[in-house]
């Protein structure tokens, strides 16, 4: 008996040779289709010339750390995909490509940002501001001919953000000329039509803009092109331009601005201000690094102090019933929708999942109508007079009742599936030692739901703690008093940074950022104490 079970052995052990030894002859005689040869390298060709053209974009913009970044993404495509080798990364490239652009990049982009003073006036590095304040203290100079001007921006660039470019006619001897934040030069007259002003209306390359894109423009009233020698070309309205000169020097050695009366400028805090403190500073300012600047702010400040703690309470507490509304409420659904007795189960769950499937912004405005004082849904029906949102408690009552119907579907979702995965033989164990329904789902269906539900409800909670979306089209963090203004009824953490940093007069992004981090630090120690928590939930499983 035991000869013959080693003998079966040996055959089946010949049997996978031959087997194997076959695969591999039939592999070696496998080859790849001509067609997705040709596939493959007229891919791996557009993304050369894709990536060629973002390096070529970037070195005109002097990002060279850029052109780094595209250049070993292209040398790592063509070194995974013109080979037959490495298989794994051929599948593993994408995501990793996707995971740093999306995900590694916005983070390491949001915490350097938080270390500096990057907002509104100061997005120039110190070179350009400083350029920008010279160009536009440019006046006109007495006897000079007036270009006739028009608006453009680079083909391909969006009106309302491209770098803005004057097309001028030399109204002496007719050249054409493009005059840029860079300087002026000289544009070819090839495909360029004029007016009989000399006005240009055409020209290969850009794309005019139309008066209505011109006055949206912010920056087009400072706007001037740099000629070098103290002049500058400055617009004057939508079809002229003049030639002036620059009333303010700057002395690169004492690293001070002067103007045309003599006074001098330093700079402080990113901005040139006035040697003897009196008087206003130029508004140009740039971008330096401010150290821990931003969060000092953020824990002195008696502003934002003032309401952080309020809004970390109400925050924690928002996010707590919202998960554990939306959690009972589905979890009772999917249980009564389980019931194997119940008909016409499929009509019901999906009828209970349409909310679920409407854009949340969209079940946001229309929920924040129905809770309106006058002509409202809600109080129409229920013959009330609430102030649901001019009334702090009413207003965090109505932000809970609509996260509950945004969020108690997907709830069911998840509870559905987790209890359709729970194996019957274990209700049907605890049927026969006599335990009844409560005591089966608070003694087994309750402790395996929550072995797949568990995560997602720590995961809802981040979610819910950061849920800028519904505050902010509901009630905006309102209601606000009159005493202050800059707190809300319902504000959490992210809007009322986004009002202090981002929505004020004078946006500062820097300052968004160093919020941003700490509210993440927030989640990150409430989720990893839910996750050490969860750990006990795997020995049920």
Not at 314 to 325: D, G, I
Request: glycine residues 10%; contains cysteine.
């Amino acid at each position: 008996m035991v000869w013959g079970r080693k003998g079966d052995a040996m055959s089946d052990a010949v049997k996978d040779r031959s087997r194997a030894q076959e695969v591999i002859s039939l592999k070696g005689t496998v080859t790849t289709p001509w067609w997705a040869v040709t596939a493959k390298w007229l891919l791996l060709l557009l993304a050369l010339l894709v990536g060629l053209f973002a390096v070529q974009r970037l070195i005109e913009k002097g990002s060279w750390l850029g052109v780094v970044i595209v250049g070993a993404i292209l040398m790592a495509i063509l070194a995974v995909y013109s080979t037959r080798r490495a298989i794994p990364l051929k599948y593993l490239l994408p995501g990793l490509l996707l995971l740093l652009g999306l995900q590694i990049w916005p983070v390491v982009y949001t915490v350097s940002t938080a270390f500096t003073n990057y907002g509104f006036g100061h997005v120039l590095t110190k070179q350009q501001a400083i350029d920008a304040i010279v160009a536009n203290s440019v006046q006109e100079v007495p006897g000079t001919p007036r270009y006739a001007m028009s608006v453009a921006v680079k083909k391909g660039t969006p009106p309302s953000t491209g770098d803005i470019h004057l097309l001028l006619t030399d109204p002496q001897n007719g050249t054409f000329f493009d005059g840029s934040k860079e300087g002026m030069k000289k544009l070819s007259p090839t495909g360029v039509q004029k007016t009989d002003s000399g006005k240009i209306t055409t020209a290969p390359g850009f794309t005019l803009l139309t008066p209505r894109e011109v006055n949206q423009r912010k920056d087009f009233g400072d706007f001037a092109v740099p000629t070098g020698k103290g002049t500058g070309i400055k617009p004057v309205g939508l079809s002229q331009a003049f030639e002036g000169r620059a009333t303010v020097s700057y002395d690169a050695k004492t690293d001070t601005l002067t103007d045309g009366n003599g006074k001098q400028y330093v700079p402080k805090d990113a901005m040139f201000v006035p040697k003897n403190g009196h008087g206003d500073g130029f508004s140009q300012g740039w971008t330096e690094n401010v150290g821990f600047r931003n969060f000092t702010t953020i824990l002195s400040d008696p502003t934002i102090r003032k309401g952080f703690l309020s809004i970390f309470i109400w925050n924690v507490a928002f996010a707590a019933v919202s998960v554990l509304s939306t959690f009972f409420l589905g979890m009772l659904l999917a249980l009564l929708l389980n019931d194997p007795r119940l008909r016409g189960k499929g009509l019901y769950r999906s009828l209970l999942i349409l909310p679920y499937a409407i854009p949340g912004f969209v079940t946001a405005l229309v929920w924040a109508s129905m809770f309106n004082q006058d002509y409202g849904l809600i109080n129409n029906l229920t013959h009330l007079n609430i102030d649901w949102l001019g009334n702090a408690w009413a207003a965090r009552a109505a932000v809970l009742i609509t996260n509950l119907w945004l969020g108690f579907p997907y709830m069911f979702i998840v509870c559905t599936g987790a209890l359709q995965a729970i194996p019957s033989d274990v209700k049907e164990a605890a049927l026969i030692d006599g335990a009844n329904a409560f005591r089966t789902l608070r003694s087994i269906t309750m402790p395996l739901l929550l072995v797949a539900v568990g995560p997602l409800l720590i995961a809802s909670f981040a979610f819910n703690f950061n849920n800028f979306s519904l505050i902010f089209l509901l009630t905006s963090g309102g209601p606000f008093t009159a005493a202050n203004t800059q707190i809300g009824g319902t504000d959490l953490l992210i809007t009322y940074a986004y009002r202090l940093a981002i929505s004020g007069v004078n946006p500062n992004y820097g300052l968004a950022a160093a919020v941003s981090i700490i509210i993440f630090f927030i989640v990150a120690v409430m989720s990893w104490s839910g996750f050490r928590r969860s750990k006990a939930l795997e020995d049920i499983n």
